[in-house]
């Protein structure tokens, strides 16, 4: 069993990467964004947005924590702030593999956040370029794999993660 969290900056194509893998390996996949907001749906009920962030993670690690008790092999992450990728792994311990998607370039990341057609409304060129070098410059967690995806297909990049949901001893790159 394992928990793919799949990371990195605006712009390297987590989304598409993400509905490729579940696509292949039939597991569930969520994406952080996609838990309703308790704020909307609770209107005359105060919290705060730190507090709505945490219950959202909370209940995020309730769900993964279901579907592997139910036998699904695989729980794909997606969109989880940095914050709280050591808690993703605090809580599934080896089982997590966390995936950053990366840029070596900057005109990709930019390229690719401004022409975005996909519902995504975030277009933020500079700061997912900032973004992405600071992926690129931080010291890798222990386990992570980074897949470079501005030269390569989606499908390609997909390829990648599916291979090291099954590597035991995980390489820094692919």
């Known amino acids: 069993m394992s928990v793919l969290l799949i990371t990195g900056a605006p712009g390297t194509g987590k989304s598409t990467v993400a509905a490729m893998v ?3 390996l039939k597991c569930p996949w969520f994406e952080f ?25 909370e209940n995020l690690m309730l ?3 279901n579907y592997l008790r139910h036998g699904f092999e695989t729980v794909i992450l997606t969109d ?5 990728t050591d ?7 080896d089982r997590v593999r966390v995936i950053v998607l990366y840029s070596t370039s900057d005109e990709v990341i930019r390229e690719r956040v401004l022409g975005r057609d ?4 975030y277009r933020n060129a500079d700061e997912a370029a900032a973004i992405n070098r600071r992926f ?9 794999i980074r897949v470079r995806c501005n030269d390569r297909s989606a499908e390609e990049v997909a390829q ?4 090291a949901v099954h590597i035991e001893k995980m390489p820094l790159q692919m």
């Not at 808690?87 to 311990?93: A, I, M, N, S």
């Not at 996909?118 to 409304?121: F, H, W």
């Not at 690129?136 to 992570?144: D, F, Y």
């Open 87 to 93: 808690e993703v792994r605090e809580r599934f311990g």
């Open 63 to 65: 769900v993964t924590e």
């Open 80 to 84: 989880i702030r940095e914050e709280f």
């Open 33 to 57: 964004g996609w838990i309703p907001e308790f704020r909307n749906l609770n209107p005359h009920t105060e919290i705060s947005y730190e507090d709505e962030e945490r219950m959202s993670f």
């Open 136 to 144: 690129i410059e931080r010291v890798p967690m222990q386990g992570e």
């Open 160 to 163: 990648c993660v599916i291979d």
């Open 22 to 24: 579940h696509e292949k």
């Open 118 to 121: 996909n519902g995504n409304e």
